[in-house]
């Protein structure tokens, strides 16, 4: 690549650390049913923070907009790897399964832990994640990852604005189609798939233009890097949280509030060990994804939520979900020195 890029290996890192905190955070209070469950202690406007920050969470779109940016970063240094990381990433997933099914099964049953032959097919490919709801865009990524590279071909020979305007027409086209017709996507997985496949294409798309497009100037660099960083970006999530009530629009604007909170976030200043937690967060959180919702939402949601207050539960549940990706880790990591991969 002809410039040096915006984001490091270590920022990149971060991110994925950043994203993970956000989506445990998300799925312990993402509605006002889950937030009645705990004991909010902070308001504003008579609605409680929780739900405010849930309401500017995205983490999904943060992790396909660093998978666009990684995967071209990728393409350009001639490292087509991608079969063997999706395949690397199921092995993982496939593992967390192997682990929690039979604890499903003891919990709830087995009408949903395994089920029968077809539950079971389409949760061991990730066509359906009924084990797993928070697991819902693994199928769309592995499509991504597979035709990354195809359309970083197409890409390269098309002119920015282009590629700009018909990855965003696609994006727009699939939120409408899903505020019109939710219900039928939901109940048609043949449906569902392909239309998360294009909504997600938008943000993997601006991942890959920020790899080869943007280089941040110096003077803006300097800027960010000072706490004026933060006042932008408390802005922009005052703004995401100011439209919260209107889906569609909301739905818009998230792709271009991710990129802007990405990009503040990893050239703003920041405490150095902060940074490091972040990151060792960032390590995990393939893991930490596959197995919080079991604790969260599964298996273990009554005790979790029996600490009440906010803060506490969502601290309980990075540290249970942080801990068990260890393990998690430890097994994968000998599984692949076994099969060579």
Same mark, same amino acid.
């Given at each position: ?25 998300? %799925?312990?209070? %993402? ?15 008579? #609605? ?16 396909? *907009?660093?998978?666009?940016? !990684?995967?071209?970063?990728? *393409? ?13 990433? *199921? ?21 949903? *832990?395994? =089920? ?12 359906? /994640?009924?084990?797993? =709801? ?26 920015? %604005? ?8 696609? $994006? ?22 392909? #239309? $998360?496949?294009? #909504?997600?294409?938008?943000?993997? /798309? ?21 706490? !004026? ?15 919260? %009530? ?35 967060? !960032?390590?995990?959180? /393939?893991?930490?994804?596959?197995? $919080? ?49």
């Amino acid at each position: 690549m002809k410039n040096a890029s915006i984001f490091s290996k270590g920022d990149t890192l971060f991110l994925k650390g950043v994203a993970i905190l956000m989506m445990l955070f998300l %799925h312990l209070f %993402h509605g006002e049913p889950w937030i009645s469950m705990s004991n909010p202690q902070i308001y504003v406007n008579n #609605e409680s923070l929780v739900q405010l920050l849930s309401n500017a969470s995205n983490p999904v779109y943060i992790y396909i *907009y660093i998978s666009g940016y !990684g995967l071209y970063i990728s *393409y350009c240094n001639s490292r087509n790897n991608n079969i063997k990381r999706i395949l690397k990433l *199921y092995l993982k997933y496939w593992l967390t399964l192997i682990i929690f099914v039979p604890i499903g099964l003891l919990m709830v049953g087995s009408e949903q *832990y395994p =089920g029968n032959y077809e539950t079971i097919i389409k949760n061991l490919t990730g066509w359906k /994640t009924t084990y797993n =709801g928070t697991l819902w865009f693994l199928f769309p990524y592995m499509l991504l990852s597979l035709s990354s590279r195809f359309l970083f071909k197409i890409y390269d020979k098309a002119k920015l %604005h282009i590629i700009f305007v018909v990855t965003f027409i696609i $994006h727009f086209v699939c939120i409408r189609i899903v505020s019109l017709y939710g219900e039928f996507l939901y109940s048609n997985q043949y449906a569902y798939i392909p #239309e $998360h496949f294009f #909504e997600l294409l938008f943000p993997f /798309t601006l991942g890959m233009l920020t790899a080869k497009y943007l280089v941040m100037k110096q003077a803006l660099r300097v800027f960010l890097k000072s706490w !004026g960083g933060y006042f932008v970006l408390a802005l922009i999530v005052v703004l995401v949280i100011s439209i919260r %009530h209107n889906q569609g629009v909301s739905a818009l604007i998230y792709p271009y509030y991710i990129v802007a909170f990405c990009l503040l976030l990893v050239v703003a200043k920041k405490n150095s060990y902060l940074i490091q937690v972040i990151k060792e967060l !960032g390590r995990k959180s /393939t893991s930490m994804w596959f197995i $919080h919702a079991y604790f969260c939402w599964y298996f273990f949601s009554a005790y979790l939520f029996y600490l009440k207050y906010p803060l506490i539960i969502f601290f309980v549940l990075v540290v249970i979900s942080y801990v068990f990706s260890f393990l998690i880790d430890f097994i994968y990591n000998k599984i692949i020195v076994l099969l060579k991969i």
